[in-house]
Nanobody
Framework: QIQLVESGGGLVQAGGSLRLSCAASGIIFTTDRMGWYRQDPGKQRELVARISSGAGTNYADSVRGRFTISRDYAKNTVYLQMNSLKPEDTAVYYC???????????WGQGTQVTVSS
């Protein structure tokens, strides 16, 4: 059973920085894609960034250049460094693990990020 536990959300002023962490437990493969999605109330969940050993990294256009995703394969942990935060980055951020074999998706419980103007 795979579990994802997020940490690091909070309240920050515009222009500030936050770092999210997501620790995965269970059997994790380097080919598993780990990443971050976010969701505002009333909106669809959207991809922020993801990383895997095979596919590299992908970023949403809205965060490219400001956010950096990284992964510690030994600790099964993925990080999202968020710099130059904007009010429109406010959302609940969800950690995701996607296993290509079997097309299985796993989600964390979500962590709130609020950016004040």
């Amino acid at each position: 059973q795979i579990q994802l536990v997020e940490s690091g959300g909070g309240l920050v002023q515009a222009g500030g920085s936050l770092r999210l962490s997501c620790a995965a437990s269970g059997i994790i493969f380097t080919t598993d894609r780990m990443g971050w999605y976010r969701q505002d109330p009333g909106k669809q969940r959207e991809l922020v960034a993801r990383i895997s050993s095979g596919a590299g990294t992908n970023y949403a256009d809205s965060v490219r250049g400001r956010f950096t995703i990284s992964r510690d394969y030994a600790k099964n942990t993925v990080y999202l460094q968020m710099n130059s935060l904007k009010p429109e980055d406010t959302a609940v951020y969800y950690c995701n693990l996607y296993r290509v074999r079997g097309s299985a998706n796993y989600w964390g419980q979500g962590t709130q990020v609020t950016v004040s103007s």
